[in-house]
């Protein structure tokens, strides 16, 4: 099992920046990639950004590139959302995602509880 903890979500005016964090723990082998999604009120939930393990590639949704980075640091387990130019309807919970993958091609996806970003205009 994998226990992903997500922090740093709050209230921020339009402009501004925040910085979220996932701490991951618990059996850490075969993580593949991790990364951001989120879900405002009424919608589906959205991929924001995404990390692979070894940090050599990332993705982000078109509506991100640009303002939000993905950095990540293995040696303490963690993946970070760098959030600057943050816009009102980006408001929503923001999930951290871990996916396992196995050799068989098998995966599995680990989510965090979620935390708020609430961006005031």
């Known amino acids: 099992q994998v226990q992903l903890v997500e922090s740093g979500g709050g209230l921020v005016q339009a402009g501004g920046s925040l910085r979220l964090s996932c701490a991951a723990s618990g059996s850490l082998f075969s993580i593949n990639a991790m990364g951001w999604y989120r879900q405002a009120p009424g919608k589906q939930r959205e991929l924001v950004a995404t990390?692979?393990?070894?940090?050599?590639?990332?993705n982000y949704a078109d509506s991100v590139k640009g303002r939000f980075t993905i950095p990540r640091d293995n040696a303490k387990n963690m993946v970070y959302l760098q959030m600057n130019s943050l816009k009102p309807e980006e408001t929503a919970v923001y999930y951290c995602?871990?996916?396992?993958?196995?050799?068989?091609?098998?995966?599995?996806?680990?989510w965090g509880q979620g935390t708020q970003v609430t961006v005031s205009s």
């Open positions: 990390i692979t393990t070894k940090g050599d590639s990332t």
């Open positions: 995602k871990a996916v396992k993958k196995y050799g068989s091609g098998c995966t599995s996806a680990y």
